[in-house]
């Protein structure tokens, strides 16, 4: 097997094992979906695969939500991850650029990637946030970190900075309002873009139902 190939699978058996009892919605599981999908999304887009395949597995290796929140210590890792197993570091030097580009960083935060690599691991991060199972991972996610599930005294904020999006403890359903229902007009490849109208008006239906049924009687 050639070098990289023995590299990726090297990465997957370290990431399955790192996010092995993940209950926040980060486990393995969002991982390999993820990854799954952003070699859909190259099949169909193009774009470099190996790069693809290694930022898709690396791209929570350390999220800003769950060390403190730094945006750049996901690509620090990654990189210092594939440098230790002998990868190229001019590749390991792209991947971190791609992982520090991915997370999303509040409502009025533009993105920033700048290859179409990093914006298919993007839109493969981000489909996994909308339908059935972006609902799942939103109050799994709430409720491990003791947030309400609703509370209409609270209404959402768009947040104009990444410091103000990563400090809000807002309810869950408020999350929908302020990242998952913007998701599908920030995805970039036409792709994923299908896809995602499809897992948007899942979010639409599920928030229409669960709003009917907390006002049923009145
Ligand atoms: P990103 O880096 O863009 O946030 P992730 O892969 O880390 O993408 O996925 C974020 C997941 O965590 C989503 O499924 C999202 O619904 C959930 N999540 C993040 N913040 C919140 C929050 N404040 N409330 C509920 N769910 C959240
Ligand atoms: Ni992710």
Not at 52 to 68: Q, R, V, Y
Not at 110 to 115: A, K, V
């Amino acid at each position: 097997m050639d070098i990289n190939k023995i590299i990726i699978e090297n990465v997957k058996e370290l990431v399955k094992t790192q996010f092995q009892t993940d209950a926040t919605g980060h486990d393995w599981f969002h991982i390999e979906r993820v990854y799954n999908m952003a070699c859909f999304l190259h099949e169909k887009e193009g774009g470099d695969r190996e790069l693809i395949e290694i930022s898709a597995l690396l791209h929570d290796i350390s999220d800003h939500k769950f060390n403190g929140g730094s945006p750049t210590k996901g690509g620090d890792i990654a990189f210092e991850i594939l440098v230790s197993m002998g990868y190229n570091i001019e590749k390991a030097q792209k991947i971190k650029e791609i992982i520090n580009q991915i997370s999303y960083k509040g409502a009025l935060v533009s993105d920033q990637t700048n290859s179409l690599e990093a914006q298919i691991v993007q839109d493969a991060d981000r489909l996994d946030a909308l339908g059935a199972i972006g609902i799942a991972r939103a109050f799994a996610y709430g409720g491990n970190r003791n947030r309400e599930i609703y509370n209409p005294s609270i209404p959402p904020v768009m947040h104009e900075t990444f410091e103000a999006y990563k400090n809000s403890k807002n309810h869950t359903i408020n999350h929908f309002h302020e990242k998952l229902l913007l998701l599908t007009s920030k995805l970039h490849t036409n792709t994923a873009k299908t896809i995602g109208l499809k897992r948007h008006s899942i979010l639409e239906n599920f928030l229409n139902d669960f709003l009917n049924e907390w006002n049923f009687i009145k």
